[in-house]
Structure formats: structure tokens, C-alpha cells
């Protein structure tokens, strides 16, 4: 079963819950080794997306929401997550296209354009203990679901497990972007707080989408 625009809106509203609830966790792990704020930007992001699902016209599409996400972020968030996350949103987007309902292999495309635009924007890589580290795993599972076969539920359950992962195997990291990166050594043993913000949300995006499969 594809994935439509109401499943795209559920995303977004479960999205806004889930980062709330774990706003306090962002920010602690932020404050370990960055600027002590992603909890509180992501939080702030997400809520002003909230009123504007209400304005979205009829006929428009799980990538129209994308965008609506992208530009709100892009305005709203501070430091360098609201580029980055506006980027993938953007770029997610644009791969969704007109479509009005997303299968396995749409979502696994859009998942990887997300990931390819957060590594143009960032310029980072896999070990660089960023939101890559768990983007990056998620793509590779989401593809592979695809290729198996799975539908959109499936691939979307594959990649959210794989960025959970991904965000924990930041830990033993060194952090070589971002404020980060100013710790060397001392960031070790630390989570990055955008790996996890990503694991959260594209948890979301599976939790909605085996709801909408009636799973």
C-alpha cells in the first residue's frame, strides 16, 4: 500500500509529539557537546509546522507536506540544524515529486535524496559522528527493503531500526564536524544529538506509516 497525504500529515503531527517528548534528552545530549539547544530548536520547528497542516489546500501531496516542513524549518530553527534538516526535507521533496502515494522503492528514493542533501549541506561524512551517521544506515536498509520487496510500511520499519543504530554506534566516536569537533577525544562516549533527533523521526515516520498499513 502506498503512503498518502494523510499518512505524510500524521507523520508531521506524530513527529511534533515525539520531539517534545524527548526534548529534554536532545537538550542534555546537545549540552555534552554542542550548543545545549537542539532539543529546544527542533521543538520550536515542529510545533510552528503544526497550525500550517490546516492551510494545505485539496489535492495536494505527501511531497507538499515535505516542503511545508522544509521551508518552516529552514525559518524557524537556529544553529545548524535548521539547514540541515530544511535541506533534507527540500531535497525529499523534490524526489516525492507530484506522486500522491509513495511505495517501498518512492519512499527508500526520498529517504536517500534527504540523506544527499544533509551531506551537501554538512559536508560530512560517515564517522564524523553527525545526523550522516544515522542517516546513512537508514538509507542503506530502506534500499534494501525495497529491493526485497517490502512496501512502504516495510521499508520505512527497515530504516527506522537502522538509523536507531546508527545514533547509538555514535557514541564511541570521535566527533570530526561541527562544535563537536572542538572536543576531540572528550567527545567520545557521547551520543550525537542529531543522529538521535533522526532516529526519532524517522521512528515516527514508521510508527505512522504500519498504523496507516492497519499493522
Given amino acids: 500500500m502506498g503512503l498518502d497525504i494523510t499518512w505524510a500529515v500524521d507523520w508531521v503531527r506524530q513527529s511534533a509529539q515525539v520531539i517534545s517528548e524527548h526534548r529534554v534528552e536532545l537538550l542534555t545530549l546537545d549540552r555534552e557537546i554542542g550548543d545545549g539547544d537542539h532539543g529546544e530548536n527542533m521543538d520550536r520547528g515542529f510545533q510552528a509546522v503544526l497550525p500550517k497542516l490546516d492551510d494545505l489546500s485539496a489535492g495536494s501531496t505527501p511531497g507538499d507536506v515535505l516542503k511545508l516542513v522544509a521551508t518552516t524549518l529552514i525559518s524557524t530553527v537556529g544553529g545548524a540544524a535548521g539547514p540541515l534538516y530544511g535541506t533534507a526535507y527540500l531535497k525529499a521533496a523534490a524526489a516525492a515529486g507530484d506522486a500522491v502515494a509513495l511505495d517501498g522503492p518512492a519512499i527508500a528514493a526520498i529517504l536517500a535524496a534527504g540523506r544527499d542533501g544533509v551531506v551537501a549541506r554538512g559536508k560530512a561524512e560517515s564517522g564524523d559522528k553527525t545526523m550522516v551517521d544515522a542517516w546513512t544506515p537508514a538509507v542503506e536498509?530502506?534500499?534494501a527493503a525495497a529491493a526485497d520487496g517490502m512496501d512502504a510500511a516495510g521499508v520505512l520499519a527497515a530504516a527506522a531500526t537502522?538509523?536507531?543504530?546508527?545514533?547509538?554506534a555514535t557514541e564511541p566516536l570521535i566527533a570530526r564536524k561541527g562544535r563537536a569537533s572542538y572536543l576531540g577525544e572528550r567527545s567520545v562516549g557521547h551520543r550525537d544529538p542529531g543522529a538521535e533527533s533522526s532516529a526519532l523521526l524517522l521512528r515516527a515516520a514508521a510508527d505512522t506509516a504500519a498504523a496507516a498499513a492497519g499493522a
Avoid: L, S
Fill in 141 to 143: 536498509a530502506a534500499e
Fill in 162 to 168: 537502522a538509523a536507531e543504530a546508527g545514533a547509538v
